[in-house]
Structure formats: structure tokens, C-alpha cells
């Protein structure tokens, strides 16, 4: 930041503000802005009058931005369309949920209402909505939302809570200066989160496609020769739509005959043992480590197959992956040892299946323990997996590196982002002029 400090400064009274400008005043936020809460949920019209108009929630208000493509509708009769109603401009603000949330809204349907999970926002004395944003991530990111609202329960940013939340008021003219000067800041930081957040996306499927290509059809050639084994193998017809050819010495064979299930070996824990075991010990199971349901406790690296369809059509969790050491798992997730080869070889290929088409069940689907022992992988020689296998950590090691490079990139600029927002609402930099 090259912005220079203001020349005089002022105890604000307020832990999360500290000093001001001297010319700045402090005061409630309902001293310089109108706060609306919005309308109950009406499900059914009230009156022949009332109208069934779009309405926005909580959900649709994410910092910096309002995202609805088609907002719900309630019933409200044309004074609440009127009392309620939003406008191109105003800032809407989370009453709960992540409460303090703030986005200015744009070009919103005609006759849009909001819901009492928002606040409503417009200026008075010529406010500028932009910087009581700013000031509200200013607020949340010194976690000020927690202690006002006391996020242990149920938490709620009432209309006199936010009315009475004391944020700083430079001159009108002060306060556009500095928001423009953050609209125009964080644009250019936001562009290159994008392209970061982009490259990222693009490293994870160059290693997705490297490992299904590699698990599926052998060794690149160069790398196939270093290690003594035939580049450019021949193919031939699998005989299943998603492997397509594969080397003509592999074999193609079902999961119930390539490993052992686990599955029956689940020991349960109870009492004492149980509260012991849920300390030191981690637990998984569908969505990966969890704290509850039945306790099963293992002692050797298997691998674990989700079986909850909706982490498996989600790609929420891995859907397969080495468990080492102690470890516990409930019944929400398959336990697979390898008969022979090279167990990481084996985790590679079940990562890389897609499962969707096998699971079953509309209200809990679920990938079962038939469905999955039907399912058909490819087999290489036990040689050729464990080479595979050094291959791969090899490969995917640099690309991690990439990616790690990149996000601790991304973790950087974001905290500059967060910091040049602190710094320009509460006035440690001057930034009413260009320097």
C-alpha cells in the first residue's frame, strides 16, 4: 500500500476500529442509513389485493455480490411491495445465517421483496451504501459479528442491533472517494484470484486425466522403457465403455475377485473404549472423518470406497483412498485389501471409476457391496502397478507442488485484499487523492 497516512488520528471507542481520522465522526449505523428488515414468509394470499411477487433470502446475498437466477415468490399485498421492495443500489445484509453478509444488489426483477432474513439498506444525509460494506467486511473479518451476535446459539443481526453498531462516518464525499477506490482495488485483486482460482481448476484435471490415462492404459513410452517394460504395448478391446482398449497383456477383472471385503471385520466400541478411541483416532466414513454412528476400528492401510451416493455423485469426498494407522469406519463406507499387487496402484483405479450409474435408491442412494464387486477394473502385471504406482506419486507430487504454490499465492492476495479494505474504512490509509 503507498497511500499515506491521515495526518491527525482520534480514539474511536470501538475494539475493532481503533483510531480514526480526527474529522471523522463515530456513530450507529441507523444515524446515516434507513435499515429495513424484510417481510414474513407468506405461502398464501391474505386478501383478493395481495400478489404473488419474486422475494430474495439470505442464500442469494454473498459478500460483494447477489446471486439468484430464479428468485422465489411470495404473497404480498402492494403495501409490502412498497415497504418491502428493493431497488438497484441498495445494500442488502444477512439478518442470520453468516450474519452481516452485504452485497449491493443490481437490476433486481420488478416488484422484488425481501425476506425478514435481510435487511434492507439505503443511504440518508448522502451515505454512501459502498462504504457501509466495506465497513461490514471490516467488521466480520475481525470476527465482530460473533461476539455481537453470539454465533454459539442461533445468531441474529436484529434491526437494533445493527441500528445501534457503531461504524465510522467520513464526509459523504470521504466515504464515495474510498469506495471507489476499493471498487477499483478489489477488481484487479478479484482478476487475478479468477486466473489463479483458474489454473488451479486446469493443474487438477491435467492430474485427474494423467492418472485415468495412466491406470488405464500403461506407462507413458519413454517412462515404460526406463523401467524395462515394452513402450507402445499392443491394445485390445476391453469389452467395457469406460476403459476402452488396454495393453494386450492386461487382464480385466471384477472387484470382488482383485480384493478382499472387508466390510464384516467392522468392530464395534462402546463405552469407555469409545469416548478413548473418538480422541485419539480419526473416524471416516462416506463424508470422510466424522463423529458419530457405529464405531469400527482398524490397523492397517486399506482402501475405502464411499457408499453414500449423494457424497459420490457430489464429488464431495474422495471416493476412494488410503486409510493408514489407526483408524475407525462406520458402515457408510466399503473396506477394500487388495489380494496382490500394489495397493496404491489399486486406490488410483477406484478413484478414477465413475460410480453414479451403479448407485441405487431415490430417498438414500447407495453404491452396494454387490454392485461395487461387480464393478470390472483393469489388471496389469503386479511389476507393471508397482511402476505405475512410482510413476504416478512422481507425477502428481509436482503438480501438488504447483498447486500448493498457487493457493498459498491465492491465500496471500487474499489477505492483502482483506487487509486494504481494513486499512481504507478505517482510515489508516488517505486515499481521497491520487498519489
Not at 61 to 90: F, L, T
Not at 156 to 174: I, Y
Not at 277 to 293: L, R
Request: aromatic letters at 8%.
Amino acid at each position: 500500500m503507498n497511500a499515506k497516512p491521515y495526518p491527525k488520528y482520534k480514539a474511536s471507542g470501538v475494539e475493532w476500529l481503533g483510531d480514526v481520522p480526527e474529522h471523522w465522526t463515530v456513530k450507529g449505523a441507523s444515524k446515516g442509513f434507513e435499515i429495513q428488515l424484510g417481510k414474513m414468509l407468506q405461502p398464501d394470499a391474505g386478501d383478493k389485493e395481495d400478489l404473488e411477487v419474486p422475494y430474495l433470502k439470505s442464500q442469494h446475498v454473498q459478500w460483494e455480490r447477489v446471486r439468484v437466477e430464479e428468485p422465489p415468490q411470495m404473497w404480498a399485498s402492494p403495501r409490502d411491495v412498497m415497504k418491502y421492495g428493493i431497488r438497484d443500489g441498495d445494500l442488502l445484509v444477512c439478518e442470520g445465517g453468516d450474519v452481516g453478509r452485504a452485497a449491493i444488489v443490481r437490476k433486481p426483477e420488478p416488484q422484488t421483496i425481501i425476506q425478514n432474513a435481510l435487511h434492507r439498506v439505503r443511504s440518508s444525509d448522502n451515505n454512501d451504501v459502498r462504504f457501509l460494506m466495506r465497513v461490514l467486511e471490516h467488521a466480520s473479518a475481525q470476527d465482530w459479528f460473533s461476539i455481537l451476535c453470539n454465533r454459539s446459539t442461533i445468531a441474529h443481526f436484529t434491526s437494533e442491533k445493527f441500528g445501534a453498531l457503531t461504524v465510522p462516518f467520513p464526509p459523504p464525499a470521504e466515504q464515495q472517494a474510498i469506495a471507489d477506490f476499493l471498487d477499483e482495488r478489489t477488481e484487479k485483486l478479484d482478476g487475478l484470484l479468477g486466473k489463479k482460482r483458474e489454473l488451479i481448476g486446469k493443474l487438477k484435471e491435467k492430474r485427474s486425466a494423467l492418472i485415468s490415462r495412466t491406470v488405464t492404459k500403461g506407462l507413458p513410452p519413454e517412462a515404460a522403457a526406463k523401467v524395462g517394460l515394452t513402450p507402445n504395448p499392443k491394445l485390445k478391446p476391453s469389452g467395457i465403455s469406460w476403459l476402452g482398449d488396454i495393453p494386450e497383456h492386461w487382464e480385466v477383472v471384477s472387484v470382488r475377485y482383485a480384493f478382499y471385503n472387508l466390510d464384516f471385520r467392522r468392530i464395534p466400541i462402546a463405552g469407555e473404549d469409545r469416548a478413548y478411541v473418538e480422541k485419539k483416532y480419526p473416524y471416516y466414513g462416506a463424508s470422510g472423518i466424522i463423529d458419530h454412528v457405529e464405531n469400527y476400528i482398524f490397523d492397517e492401510t486399506l482402501i475405502l470406497v464411499a457408499e453414500d451416493g449423494a457424497n459420490l455423485l457430489s464429488r464431495s469426498s474422495p471416493l476412494a483412498f488410503l486409510a493408514q494407522g489407526k483408524y475407525w469406519v462406520n458402515n457408510h463406507a466399503h473396506i477394500l485389501k487388495p489380494i496382490s499387487g500394489d495397493i496404491r496402484f489399486w486406490v488410483q483405479v477406484l478413484a478414477t471409476y465413475d460410480y453414479s450409474p451403479l448407485v441405487s435408491g431415490a430417498a438414500q442412494p447407495k453404491l452396494t457391496s454387490d454392485r461395487l464387486g461387480g464393478t470390472r477394473v483393469p489388471q496389469p502385471p503386479c511389476e507393471e502397478q508397482a511402476a505405475i504406482a512410482n510413476f504416478l506419486e512422481g507425477e502428481t507430487s509436482q503438480i501438488d507442488r504447483m498447486i500448493q504454490k498457487v493457493e498459498t499465492a491465492i491465500e496471500k492476495l487474499t489477505e492483502y485484499r482483506t487487509a486494504l479494505i481494513t486499512a481504507a474504512v478505517t482510515g489508516k490509509i488517505d486515499v481521497r487523492k491520487k498519489r
